[in-house]
Each structure stands twice: as C-alpha cells, then as structure tokens.
C-alpha cells in the first residue's frame, strides 16, 4: 500500500508541476496588459511603465512563473493587481464560501443517487426502474441554472422560505450559512445525482450478473441480501470515479451557480477578476482549483485500492 501511495503522490506533484506551466502561460498570453487597463485610455506611457514596475510585469515571464511558484510553495500567491490586497486572504474568505458549498451538494447528490440507483436495480424492467430512470433522464437533460432559477421562483419569490440570494455568513451561525446555500447545494445537486443514480445502477447490474453473486444466491442469500452484502462493494469503483469528479466539478465548476445566487464564492471571484484583468488571482485561484481536484483524484485512488487489493497487488 505505501508503494501504490508514493507512486500516486509522484504523479500528482508532476501533474502539478505542468499544470502550473500551463495556466500561467496561457493565462500571460490572453491580449491586454493589466497596467494599460487600470489606467485606461488616456494614461500616459510613463505612468503605465511606473504601474507595470510596481505591478512586477516590467520583467520577463519566466522569472515572474518562478517567483509566482516560489510564492505559491510558501503559502503567498502574491497581490492582487486591482484590489491591492494578499491573493491569499481574497481566496480564505471565497473559499469557505465554495467549499462548504461544493461538500453539501456532493452530500445531497450521494443521499439521492445511492437509494435511487440500488431501488432501480433491485427492480430492473419494472415500473419502480422505468421510473428512476425517467427521473434521471430529465435531470441530465436539464441545467443546473435552470433549477436554480424554479428553485428561486418557488422556494425564495412564493414560499418565501429561502432568501433568493447573498451569504449570510458564518459569523451569522451555522444555521444561517447554510440556509443560504441550501438552494445553491440542491440546485447543483440534482444533474450530478442523477448521473450518479445510473451509474450507481449500471455498475450494480453488471455486478448481478457476476459467478460470486449467484454463489451467494446459491447458498441462500435474497437477491437484496446479495445485492447489500457482496453487490454493493464491487460496483463502488466507477461510483468513486464518478463522485471524485462530481467533487471537482461542484467545486470548480459553480460559477454560473454564484453568479445566480450572488455568492461571494472562487468561482465569482474567477468571473470578477477576469473581467479586471486582474491575472495574479486568475492564475492562483485556477492552481488552487486544479490542486484540489489533482487531490481528490490521488484520494480517489487510494480508496480504489482500499476497496479492491488487487490494484495494489500490481504495483
């Protein structure tokens, strides 16, 4: 097992290393200098040369990517150029605002998809599975921001239980918080469960169909005793591959989402300082994102060789 963990946390400071070549310089390379655009128009050469000196953009690339990775290894991701405030006290404040809502919509999408996806193969062919998987047909087929929007219209305009946009925030209480994310989580929620309730229910039918099932059933195991005790567990490995990706998505992926509910999240972040060409927390806020989503794919797959000792037997 130490053997399988060191090779995976080889390859995951390797996919960050090209990763952090790649935002920076394709981030560099988008037309527009940062200078020119806070002083606008009229700005006189001189004064942008003074801004892009005290910027840091007055030296080549290559030592701005070194001393940007520099930084990053020391917990700094520099200064914004617009804000003029630490990258990384922009990022804590957005980030307890992403990730809280990223781990309630994974939660609520996991409590959905695993009923929905064991009823549907307990009872594949009948109308209890035509069901679900009508269900989950509407909701791959339908965005997220579209029920984002009803959700709003019934739960925040008419019912007026849910406000219809904002961050209460933490120093508000728990409960407060998360009131404000309850539509955001469930919005997000709904396409990846159904997602995950197919493939939950595929990878449980495929697993029916094995020798070590019928052994079970043989030695007097009801089809849901079978399915519970030894089904369940071998079909769980492309319902991690699906649930590491949902995580990364919900949290890198919630842009839209923010912007729709008017939460202070990375994603809004990403969205504003694109828009200020503010590059230093465009690069920092999309390596963070990749690190975690480079993270949730290492613990993936030390959960795969957790579940099945065959994956580790071959390194």
Partial sequence: MLRYTLKRALSLGLSLAVASLVIFFVIEVVPGDPASFMLGLNAQPDTIAALRSELG????????????????????????YTYRTPVTEMIGDRIWVSLPLALYALTLSTLIAFPAGIYAASRRGK?????????????????NFWFAMMLVLIFAINLRWFSAGG??????????????????????????????????????????????????RAKGLTRRQALMRHGLRNAMIPVLTIIGMQFSFLLAGAIIIEQVFFLPGLGRLIFQSISARDLIVVESVVMLLVFLVILVTFLVDLAYAAIDPRLRSRT
Avoid: C, H
Avoid at 196 to 209: F, K, Q
């Fill in 167 to 216: 961050f209460a925030g933490w120093d508000k209480g728990v409960a407060a918080a998360m009131k404000s994310l309850t539509l955001p989580a469930i919005s997000l929620a709904l396409p990846q469960s159904a997602i995950l309730a197919r493939v939950m229910r595929s990878a449980l039918l495929d697993v029916l169909g094995e020798d070590f099932m019928r052994t079970a």
């Fill in 57 to 80: 953009l007055d030296v080549s690339k290559l030592e701005r990517y070194l001393a940007w990775v520099g930084g990053m290894l020391q917990g700094d991701f520099g200064t914004s």
């Fill in 127 to 143: 109308p209890g599975d035509m069901a679900v998987m009508g269900a989950t047909q509407l909701g791959v087929a339908v965005p």
